[in-house]
């Protein structure tokens, strides 16, 4: 039976003309993180957020006048519910023909409507768009993995197996790769992303963590459900005592998103930067 039949998920829809909260389509993440062996009633090992950023929000002023903004959108993980984005696209669109009297009224319709459907807080910042040209990309940190030279035949599936301690020696290192694709459970689009490695411990072996990220090439998942399963593969095979995994996914129907997943309680992405690739 498909899960998202009764859904506006991978078939036309309207976009409303006023704010409609029913569009919005919680995804539970019960039932993904069951698949990674995660007990759905223990405390998660994990911290982190999946940080949106939003490029085509706009809304009435009191006098009828559109106003344009970026938004970011933190969903802490925790949340029993992730925000499917083709119905996060159609909710922020009924904006365009609603009157507010101000930016804060709108960051707070947001964030009460979308608190609702993830089970959680969620927190919106809005920067006019005038201003968003004006800000720089964050080109990803550390050093790329894409230059090795491997040989990959495997694209079906992500294979914990490749990845594997290369020492006994501990270290802090942050690699990333640009090279990460994985494909939409619902429609079969490709997702494209950066996904930055930041960790301490044991040495992780470049070459099997490379072909590792390649592995999800036709792999079917959620943007944040990647990330989880990375993280944990990480932590499983490479005995990490630090890590942080995050993914730069590129831009879809004006929306991007970066999941982030993390040992600091505080881990938090920086506000306002965005990989070049989104």
């Not at 090992?45 to 006098?63: K, M, Q, T, V």
């Not at 944040?224 to 499983?236: K, S, T």
């Amino acid at each position: 039976m498909d899960p998202y039949q009764h859904t506006p998920l991978g078939r036309p829809a309207a976009y409303p003309q006023r704010v409609e909260p029913g569009v919005l389509v919680p995804i539970a993440r019960r039932a993904a993180r069951a698949d990674l062996g995660l007990d759905a009633d223990a405390p998660l090992p994990f911290h982190g957020e999946d940080l949106w950023g939003c490029y085509e929000l706009s809304w009435l002023d009191a006098y009828g006048k559109p106003v344009r903004a970026v938004a970011e959108l933190r969903v802490p993980a925790r949340s029993p519910c992730l925000v499917e984005s083709k119905s996060l696209k159609l909710y922020l669109n009924g904006y365009a023909y609603e009157r507010f009297d101000g930016a804060a009224a709108v960051r707070a319709r947001v964030e009460s409507d979308l608190a609702r459907v993830a089970g959680a807080p969620v927190a919106l910042a809005l920067l006019p768009a005038t201003a968003w040209s004006a800000l720089r990309l964050r080109p990803a940190p550390g050093s790329s993995l894409d230059t090795l030279e491997i040989a990959i035949s495997h694209y079906a599936a992500p294979d914990a197996g490749l990845l594997r301690a290369r020492g006994a020696t501990p270290l802090r290192e942050t690699l990333h790769s640009a090279l990460f694709r994985s494909n939409c459970p619902v429609t079969g689009q490709p997702d494209w992303a950066t996904v930055v490695v930041d960790y301490a411990g044991p040495g992780i072996d470049h070459a099997g963590l490379l072909a590792y990220l390649i592995g999800f090439r036709a792999h079917a998942a959620f943007h944040e459900q990647c990330v989880e399963r990375i993280w944990l593969d990480l932590m499983r095979q490479c005995r990490c005592a630090e890590l942080t995994v995050y993914a730069c996914f590129t831009r879809r129907g004006g929306l991007d998103i970066t999941p982030l997943r993390s040992t600091a309680p505080t881990a938090c992405l920086p506000a306002w930067q965005r990989d070049p690739a989104q």
